[in-house]
């Protein structure tokens, strides 16, 4: 990402929009003062006004725009490492643009047919801090049963404006790591994995903590840890779901990606589960589509309807915070049973993934699936078990992700589809 091409997305973010207000804010990077500067003077180019909200969160920006204007860029790299930078464009209902809608900027830049605005009618650049509303939208809605000992991890991406002081107005011990906002990510790695948690694990374990709770980057994402190491993601997408159900009727949504304890836990409460494409936009549509009251992705990237249609780490942090003063976490997690987990790759032609995945659609039939579908790659589901075969969107290979009850007979699954795909890979 250069400040030309920030400036040239501005522009056509502008002249996409024809008129009214664009809220912009940035992660804590290096390069995301220089970005933000750039797209905000492409913006004003085209005679669009810009609020302008400074460093914060993706979920704070997407809540600005909803309240405060007419679409949104947030300039973020997300769970990327520190030398990486990009810009997420956002609507006026706080979802992230859809595909389509990015394919319209993408065209402007290419064809370059900006609007410019003659100089009385370029608008001045108006400036917020959208945290506290943001922080007040999370205190309305989330309190907790009991008052928890808190650690909290925001890998020095801007949480640290936000996460700590949500939960020491929930009432809560907070003890900070990567708090500080820093760009070069000096503590750890923006991706909140297992590898990258061990400073906050200790810190949990040392001072006895309730819990841990850990951003990425931009914190749209929050996933939690125990004393005894990072919390399953499924099992803290099932907790959720549980969670939610617990409190209210109605329809929860997730991506294929996901394991089916969350059909499981849904039952339990006879409410149905929507399943889509991997990504938050896809969860956020499948939301609007059916009134859901949760949706989430194994990934941590939680939407919580009520508040926003982004993908909202600081609140997620806080909902899980109070799930888990509602009694003991270590008897909560003990009582959801997970099932083993089989990821393969296949390596093959870049321009062969797509077709090798259709083809295999078929070539899966003889394996009697109960139930097929092509949402987003193939998934195919049996009893006690289901694959999912996709091509992956920037290399030149093929995943295979499967779960089932059985991990004898989950093995022989993957094995006998890993060489279908082997053979058809090695036809091309
Ligand atoms: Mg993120």
Request: glycine share 8%; proline share 4%.
């Amino acid at each position: 990402m250069t400040p030309e091409l920030a400036m040239e997305i501005g522009k056509a973010l502008g002249t996409y929009m024809r008129t009214g207000k664009i809220a912009v804010a940035r992660d804590t990077r290096t390069s995301g003062e220089l970005l933000q500067t750039a797209l905000i003077s492409g913006i004003l180019s085209t005679g669009a006004k810009v609020l302008d909200i400074g460093c914060a969160t993706t979920p704070t920006l997407a809540l600005a725009v909803r309240n405060h204007a007419d679409a949104g860029a947030m300039i973020t790299a997300s769970h990327n490492p520190s030398e990486y930078n990009g810009v997420k464009l956002w609507q006026k209902n706080g979802m992230a643009f859809l595909q389509s809608q990015e394919k319209e900027i993408e065209r402007i830049v290419e064809k370059k047919r900006y609007k410019r605005a003659a100089w009385d009618q370029i608008q001045r650049i108006e400036r917020k801090d959208a945290t506290r509303e943001h922080m007040d939208s999370i205190l309305e809605s989330i309190s907790l049963k009991k008052p928890l000992k808190v650690v909290i991890d925001c890998a020095s991406g801007p949480a640290g404006l936000i996460t700590p002081y949500v939960f020491r107005e929930l009432g809560c011990k907070v003890t900070t790591i990567n708090s500080q906002l820093d760009g070069f990510f000096p503590g750890r790695k923006p991706e909140p994995n297992q590898e990258n948690l061990k400073d906050l694990i200790e810190t949990v374990k040392a001072i006895g903590a309730d819990l841990g709770i850990a951003h990425d980057g931009d914190a749209d994402r929050a996933v939690a840890v125990d004393k005894n190491g990072m919390i399953p993601l499924d099992k803290q997408l099932a907790l959720a779901v549980d969670y939610y159900l617990s409190h209210q009727k109605g329809e929860i949504v997730t991506t294929v990606d996901a394991s089916m304890l969350i059909e499981e836990t849904a039952k339990k409460h006879h409410a149905k589960v929507l399943r889509v494409k991997v990504g938050d936009v896809a969860v956020a549509e499948g939301i609007e589509r059916t009134n859901a009251i949760f949706g989430g992705e194994p990934c941590g990237a939680w939407i919580h309807p009520k508040i926003s249609l982004c993908p909202d780490g600081p609140l997620t942090a806080a909902v899980i915070a109070a799930l888990a003063s509602e009694g003991n976490l270590q008897e909560m997690l003990a009582k959801i049973k997970t099932y083993p987990v089989e990821r393969e790759t296949i390596g093959c032609k870049e321009k062969d993934k797509e077709r090798i995945v259709t083809e295999m659609g078929r070539k899966l039939k003889k394996l009697k699936p109960k139930k097929t579908s092509k949402i987003d790659g193939i998934r195919a589901e049996w009893k006690d078990s289901w694959v999912l075969i996709r091509a992956s969107g920037t290399e030149p290979i093929i995943r295979i992700t499967a779960e089932g009850k059985d991990k004898k007979e989950l093995k022989e699954l993957v094995g006998k589809i890993k060489k279908m795909l082997e053979k058809e890979a090695g036809e091309c």
